[in-house]
C-alpha cells in the first residue's frame, strides 16, 4: 500500500523558484483553513473580471487581479480587486504625501495625537501593534485611533476624506470584535461616500460567521443582493467555510449547491474549504470525489485553452493542473486523516513533480501521518530531507515527533527532540510539555516529570487539568501517596481546578482503592463549591471498588438535599456495583426509582439485578423483575433472555427455558453460541436427543466452533444410544481442532466399555490407541477414565487385584503409575494380536 517516499533533491527547483513557499517557522496545526491565513499565487495567468460594488446603488468596475502573498496559506481577501494600483508598500512617494498631510493634522490637533499615539513625525508609538506596523502609511495610525476612540467619527476625522477602499477592507479585517467591526462597516454605509464592494461584504461575512451571528449574515447576504453586489468566488468560499466551522454543514453544503446552479465553478480555494469541510465531518470519500471532480474540469479547461499556460505538467496522456503548496498541504492532510497512506504518499511526489518545494507544514502533515501508520524509517527520511532542503522543524515538528515516539514506547528518543526543539532556540508550547508529562505519568517515570513540572513553573507556564490529573495517578500507581496529595492539594489551594479536575482526582483516588484520599478529594470539591453530579457518581464508584455498599448508597440518597439531581450514571453505577455483590434486594428499589425517574432507556440496568438474583438461585425474583420490564415497556436484549434460559436449564426446567427462548425468537432477536449452549445442556440433563442434536446443528450453522462443554453433551448422548459412528466422528472433529479434553477422552473410553466393543472384533487395539492419544495431547485422564481403562484389563484376563495394584502405583506417584498403565495396556494389546496371527 505504501509509495516509498522519494525525496531526492533533484526533484526540486531552485529554492527561489516563484513557486517556493518559505517554511512556516509558526507552530501551526497540520491541518489549517484557506480563509484563516494567507496563500501564494494559485493561479499565474487571470483575466479581468468585473466586481460589482456599491456606493449609494451605483456600480463600478475594477481591474480583478488575483493578490500574491509570500506565505502559503489564503487570507481572507483571497480575490482582491486591484485598487487603483493603491499599494502603501510599493508607492513610497504617496506614502510620504499621506505621512505629511497626517503631520499638518496633528500639529493643528495634538490631542488627537496623543490619543492616537503617534509623534508630530507621524509615527507610530511603541504600543502600536508590530503587525499594524507592517502595512505602513497612515494604516497603524488608523488602527490606533479605533482602538483608543469609541467614537468613530471622531477616530476617523483626520483621515476622512481621503480613506482608500484597500484601507477600508484593512480597518475591517483587522477589528478583534465582530462588534465593533460592523459598527465600523455601517458607519461606512451612513456616510454614504464611501464604496462598499464585494470584498468588503466578504470581509463582514467572515467576521460575522466566525462570531456565529447568522441571522446577521443572512441579512448581509440579503443586503447583497438588493445593492446589487454580485458574490464571487471567494464570497461561496467564505460562507461555506464559516458555517462548516460554525458546525452547520448542512448550510455549508447547501452554499456549495448555490454555486452549482449559478454555475459557477468553484477556484482553487474554494475548492480547497470545500475538502476541508468534507475532511471535518469524516467524509474523506467525499472530500476525495470533490477534489478529482474539480481537478478533471480543471484540466479540460486547461487543454481547451488554446496558448500553453504556465502551470500545466503532462504526464502521460493527462493533465496535471499546479496547485498551490497550501491545496497539496490540504490534500496530503485529508488522505492521512482517511488512513490513505499510499495516496497522502502520491500527492507529495506529484507537488515534488511539479516544483513545489515542501515547507513546514508539508512535512509536519507527513511525519504526522507516516508516524501514524508506524513508519518511523519514513519519519527519519523526512526530518533527513527537511534538513537537506534547509527547512526548519517549528515546534509543531518537534510536538509530533515526541508524541510518535511516546506513543512507540522509545521515550529515550522523544525526551531527545524535546532538548533539540530547545537546542534549535524553539520555545516548548504547553503541548510539547504537556506530551512528554503524560508518557512520564504513565511510566511512573516521578523525577523526569518533576524536571519538567518545575521548569515550566520556572517559565510561568500553567499546567492543564488533564495533565494534572494525570501525575496525581503517576504517584499513586508509583507508591507515593503523600505526594499525591500534595500535587491535588496545590492545585485545589490556587482555585485552578474545575468540576470537571475534581472529578477526575477523585476518579484517581477511587480506581486504586484510595477511598480515603478520595473522600478528602470529594469534601474540597465541597469547599470549593464545585459538587455536580460527576463528583457523586465517581465517588459512589468509588465506595463500589472499597467494598463500602452502604456509603455508596448513602451518599446517593444525599445528592438531592445538596440540589443534585441523579442522572443516568448515577443509578446504573449503584445498581451495577449492589448487582456484583450479590445484593439484588438492595438494588431493586434503586431500579424502581430510576424508572419513576425516567431514566432508564435500556435493559442492561434490568439485566444486573435479574443476573443477581439468578445467581443466588431466586428465580421467582428474576421472573418478577423481567414481568416488571415488559411492563414498562423496556425490550429484553438477547443477554436478559440467555440469562434466564441458562437460568432454568440449569434446574432441568424445560417449560420456561422453551417459553423465554420461544419469546426471544416473537421479539424479532436471534439466539446466539451461549444460549444455544445452554439449551444443549438442558436437552442433555432431560434426555431430549433429538432437540439437543438440532440444536448443535444450529451452532455449527453460526459458523463457530461449539465450546467444549456442548461437544461433551452431545458425546454422552452418543454414547447412551449407542451412536459410535457419530460419536467417533464428533471425536476425531475435536481432536483436529484441539478442543478434545480429558472428559472427551473419558466418554469415548466409557462408551467404548458400556457397549463392550472392545471386546469385539478385535478393538483392544482401540483402547491402547485412544489412550496413547490422550497422553501424547498432555490430556491427564481421570479416575473415570483408569476405571474404563481396568475394567478392559479384566475382560482381558487380567486378574482384579493386579488392577488394583496398578491403581496403588498411580496414586503414589502419578509419573510411574502412568507408565505402569501404558506398560499393561500394551502387553495386554500385544498378547492379543499375537493370539490373533496365530489363529
Known amino acids: 500500500m505504501y509509495v516509498k517516499l522519494q525525496l531526492d533533491t533533484g526533484c526540486f527547483h531552485i529554492l527561489c523558484s516563484t513557486k517556493t513557499s518559505p517554511p512556516n517557522n509558526v507552530g501551526v496545526s497540520v ?106 502609511g497612515c494604516i497603524p495610525s488608523m488602527l490606533q485611533a479605533l482602538d483608543t476612540i469609541k467614537d468613530l467619527d471622531e477616530a476617523f476625522q483626520p483621515w476622512a476624506d481621503t480613506l482608500s477602499n484597500k484601507e477600508r477592507s484593512i480597518i475591517l479585517k483587522e477589528q478583534s470584535s465582530w462588534e465593533r467591526a460592523l459598527e465600523i462597516f455601517e458607519w461606512f454605509k451612513r456616510k454614504g461616500c464611501y464604496e462598499l464592494n464585494v470584498i468588503h461584504y466578504n470581509i463582514m461575512l467572515r467576521i460575522l460567521g466566525k462570531a456565529r451571528k447568522w441571522s446577521y449574515v443572512e441579512s448581509l447576504w440579503d443586503e447583497m443582493g438588493i445593492k446589487g453586489i454580485a458574490p464571487i468566488n471567494s464570497t461561496y468560499g467564505t460562507l461555506i467555510d464559516v458555517y462548516s466551522k460554525g458546525g452547520r454543514k448542512e448550510e455549508a453544503v447547501s452554499w456549495l449547491e448555490r454555486m452549482k446552479r449559478l454555475e459557477m465553478e468553484p477556484d482553487e480555494v474554494t475548492m480547497g474549504i470545500v475538502v476541508q469541510m468534507y475532511k471535518k465531518a469524516g467524509e474523506f470519500q467525499k472530500a476525495e470525489e470533490f477534489f478529482k471532480k474539480w481537478s478533471s474540469r480543471e484540466s479540460l479547461k486547461h487543454e481547451a485553452t488554446i496558448k500553453p499556460m504556465i502551470g500545466r505538467v503532462k504526464r502521460g496522456s493527462q ?25 497522502a504518499s502520491e500527492i507529495l511526489i506529484q507537488m515534488l513533480r511539479e516544483g513545489i518545494v515542501p515547507n513546514t507544514v508539508t512535512f509536519n502533515t507527513m511525519i504526522h501521518i507516516c508516524g501514524n501508520h508506524d513508519q518511523l524509517g519514513e519519519v527519519a527520511l523526512l526530518m533527513k530531507k527537511m534538513e537537506e532542503l534547509k527547512c526548519p522543524p517549528d515546534t509543531r515538528t518537534y510536538n509530533i515527533l515526541i508524541s510518535l515516539h511516546a506513543k512507540h514506547d522509545d521515550i529515550a528518543t522523544a525526551a531527545s527532540y524535546f532538548s533539540k526543539m530547545k537546542q534549535a532556540c524553539l520555545e516548548p508550547d504547553p503541548v510539547s510539555y504537556r506530551t512528554l508529562l503524560y508518557a512520564y505519568s504513565i511510566r511512573h517515570m516521578v523525577s523526569e516529570a518533576e524536571e519538567l513540572i518545575s521548569e515550566m513553573d520556572g517559565r510561568g507556564l500553567e499546567t492543564d ?50 477511598v480515603l ?56 453505577s449503584l445498581i451495577q456495583i449492589l448487582a456484583g455483590a450479590d445484593l439484588p434486594h438492595m438494588a431493586r428499589p434503586y431500579l424502581r426509582m430510576m424508572q419513576e425517574a425516567e431514566l432508564v432507556s435500556d435493559c442492561i440496568p434490568y439485566c444486573a439485578v435479574i443476573s443477581s438474583f439468578v445467581k443466588l438461585g431466586h428465580l421467582e425474583m428474576a421472573e418478577g423483575l423481567y414481568k416488571e420490564m415488559i411492563q414498562f415497556n423496556v425490550e429484553p436484549d438477547v443477554v436478559v433472555y440467555g440469562v434466564l434460559i441458562n437460568a432454568f436449564a440449569d434446574v432441568g426446567s424445560v417449560k420456561e427455558a422453551v417459553t423465554y427462548f420461544d419469546a426471544m425468537k416473537s421479539a424479532g432477536l436471534s439466539a446466539n453460541a451461549v444460549i444455544y449452549n445452554s439449551l444443549i445442556k438442558l436437552y442433555t440433563k432431560v434426555g431430549y436427543f ?97 476405571k474404563s481403562l481396568g475394567a478392559v484389563l479384566m475382560k482381558r484376563g487380567v486378574p482384579k487385584r493386579a488392577v488394583k495394584k496398578l491403581e496403588i502405583t498411580r496414586k503414589k506417584d502419578a509419573e510411574s503409575g502412568l507408565q505402569a498403565w501404558m506398560s499393561t495396556l500394551s502387553s495386554v494389546v500385544g498378547v492379543y494380536e499375537d493370539d490373533e496371527d496365530d489363529a
Open 319 to 343: 493533465t496535471h493542473v499546479c496547485l498551490s503548496s497550501y491545496t497539496y498541504n490540504t490534500l496530503i492532510d485529508t488522505y492521512g486523516k482517511a488512513g490513505q497512506l499510499k495516496e
Open 690 to 786: 433429538k432437540e439437543a442434536q438440532e440444536t448443535y446443528e444450529l451452532i455449527q450453522s453460526l459458523e463457530v466452533h461449539p465450546d467444549v462443554y456442548t461437544s461433551n453433551c452431545m458425546l454422552d448422548l452418543y454414547s447412551e444410544r449407542s451412536m459410535v459412528r457419530q460419536a467417533e466422528e464428533l471425536f476425531e472433529n475435536l481432536k483436529r481442532i484441539g478442543d478434545a479434553n480429558e472428559f472427551t477422552y473419558a466418554m469415548m473410553l466409557i462408551m467404548y466399555k458400556r457397549n463392550g466393543l472392545y471386546a469385539l472384533d478385535g478393538r483392544y487395539k482401540d483402547v491402547l490407541g485412544t489412550f496413547k492419544e490422550m497422553i501424547d495431547a498432555a490430556i491427564h485422564p481421570d479416575d473415570c477414565t483408569f
Open 465 to 514: 487539568e488533564y495533565t494534572q490529573s494525570a501525575l496525581t495517578r503517576m504517584y499513586i500507581e508509583a507508591g507515593m501517596l503523600e505526594k499525591s496529595w500534595l500535587w491535588f492539594r496545590r492545585f485545589h489551594l490556587a482555585g485552578n481546578l474545575s468540576s470537571e479536575g475534581y472529578s477526575a482526582n477523585i476518579d484517581a483516588y477511587g480506581e486504586r482503592g484510595h
Open 31 to 136: 491541518s489549517v483553513s484557506p480563509l484563516d491565513k494567507q496563500t501564494e499565487p494559485i493561479y499565474k495567468h487571470r483575466s479581468q473580471t468585473l466586481i460589482q460594488s456599491s456606493n449609494v446603488g451605483g456600480v463600478k468596475k475594477f481591474n480583478g487581479v488575483h493578490k500574491r502573498y509570500d506565505s502559503d496559506k489564503p487570507s481572507v481577501v483571497v480575490h482582491e480587486p486591484e485598487l487603483k494600483k493603491q499599494n502603501f508598500e510599493q508607492n513610497p512617494d504617496r506614502d510620504k504625501r499621506e505621512n505629511s498631510r497626517v503631520d499638518s493634522r496633528i500639529l493643528n490637533k495634538r490631542d488627537v495625537g496623543v490619543k492616537f499615539g503617534v509623534d508630530v513625525n507621524g509615527k507610530v508609538h511603541a504600543k502600536c501593534s508590530t503587525k499594524w506596523a507592517n502595512y505602513g
Open 517 to 572: 484520599e478520595a473522600e478528602r478529594a470529594f469534601i474540597c470539591c465541597q469547599e470549593a463549591k464545585k459538587l455536580t453530579v460527576h463528583e457523586y457518581n465517581v465517588m459512589i464508584k468509588a465506595y463500589g471498588i472499597g467494598k463500602n455498599y452502604d456509603k455508596a448508597c448513602q451518599l446517593f440518597d444525599s445528592m438531592k438535599s445538596h440540589g443534585v439531581v441523579p442522572d443516568n450514571c448515577s443509578y446504573n
